[in-house]
T-cell receptor, first 111, second 112 residues
Framework: QQQVKQSPQSLIVQKGGISIINCAYENTAFDYFPWYQQFPGKGPALLIAIRPDVSEKKEGRFTISFNKSAKQFSLHIMDSQPGDSATYFCAALNTGNQFYFGTGTSLTVIP | DAGITQSPRHKVTETGTPVTLRCHQTENHRYMYWYRQDPGHGLRLIHYSYGVKDTDKGEVSDGYSVSRSKTEDFLLTLESATSSQTSVYFC???????????FGPGTRLTVT
C-alpha cells in the first residue's frame, strides 16, 4: 500500500516552462512534506519542504503548494532549465519518525 | 553532505553470505535511517535509529538487522543475502528540530 502517491512518472518540459509534479497522501499523521532531487549515481538531495500549517512555500524557482483538505501537495519548478533534469521524489514524515516516499518523477527539460 | 559517509560504495556478494554496510556521520545527529532504492519503488525505509541502541523497523525490514553502538555509526546487516536484496542502499541523518533529512552517497549491492 503506497502511503504517498506521486504523478506523473515522467515529464518532459521545454526550457523556460513550468514543471509540475503532484503527490497525494492518506495518513493524516504526516506533518512534514519534503521534496528531493536526485541525479544519476547520487543520493537524493533535499530541495524544499513544507509543514501543513502553511499553504505555499517558495525558494527561488521552486514552490510547494499544499492543500491540507485534499491531502495533496505539489512541486512547481518555474523557468525550468536543462540542469533541472533529474528525478524528483516527494515524501512525508509521520509522527513516528518514519519517512514515506513517492515513486519518483523523471524530469527532462529540453533546451 | 552533512558529513555522511557509507562503506563500501560497491559490493558484489553471493547468495547466502552475510553482508554489513556501514554508515558514518560526523555531526552527532540522533536520528539515522537506512533505505533501499529500487526502480519503480522510490526509496523504502528499512530501519531507523533514534539514539544509541534505539532502533525501530521500517516498511521493508524483513531480512535486515541494524545496530547502533555509537552515535556516529549505524550498521545494516543482511544475515544471509538473497538476490532480492540487490539494490542501492542509502543512509540518511535527520535534524531533530527542523526534520531536514540528508542522504549519504549510497552503496550499490549486488547479490549473485
Amino acid at each position: 500500500q503506497q502511503q504517498v502517491k506521486q504523478s506523473p512518472q515522467s515529464l518532459i518540459v521545454q526550457k523556460g516552462g513550468i514543471s509540475i509534479i503532484n503527490c497525494a497522501y492518506e495518513n493524516t499523521a504526516f506533518d512534514y512534506f519534503p521534496w528531493y532531487q536526485q541525479f544519476p549515481g547520487k543520493g537524493p538531495a533535499l530541495l524544499i519542504a513544507i509543514r501543513p500549517d502553511v499553504s505555499e512555500k517558495k525558494e527561488g524557482r521552486f514552490t510547494i503548494s499544499f492543500n491540507k483538505s485534499a491531502k495533496q501537495f505539489s512541486l512547481h519548478i518555474m523557468d525550468s532549465q536543462p540542469g533541472d533534469s533529474a528525478t524528483y521524489f516527494c515524501a512525508a514524515l509521520n509522527t513516528g519518525n518514519q519517512f514515506y516516499f513517492g515513486t519518483g518523477t523523471s524530469l527532462t527539460v529540453i533546451p | 553532505d552533512a558529513g555522511i559517509t557509507q562503506s563500501p560504495r560497491h559490493k558484489v556478494t553471493e547468495t547466502g553470505t552475510p553482508v554489513t554496510l556501514r554508515c558514518h556521520q560526523t555531526e552527532n545527529h540522533r536520528y539515522m535511517y537506512w533505505y533501499r532504492q529500487d526502480p519503480g519503488h522510490g526509496l523504502r525505509l528499512i530501519h531507523y535509529s533514534y539514539g544509541v541502541k534505539d532502533t525501530d523497523k521500517g516498511e521493508v525490514s524483513d531480512g535486515y538487522s541494524v545496530s547502533r553502538s555509537k552515535t556516529e555509526d549505524f550498521l545494516l546487516t543482511l544475515e544471509s543475502a538473497t538476490s532480492s536484496q540487490t539494490s542501492v542502499y542509502f543512509c540518511a541523518i535527520r535534524y531533530r528540530e527542523t526534520y531536514e533529512q540528508y542522504f549519504g552517497p549510497g552503496t550499490r549491492l549486488t547479490v549473485t
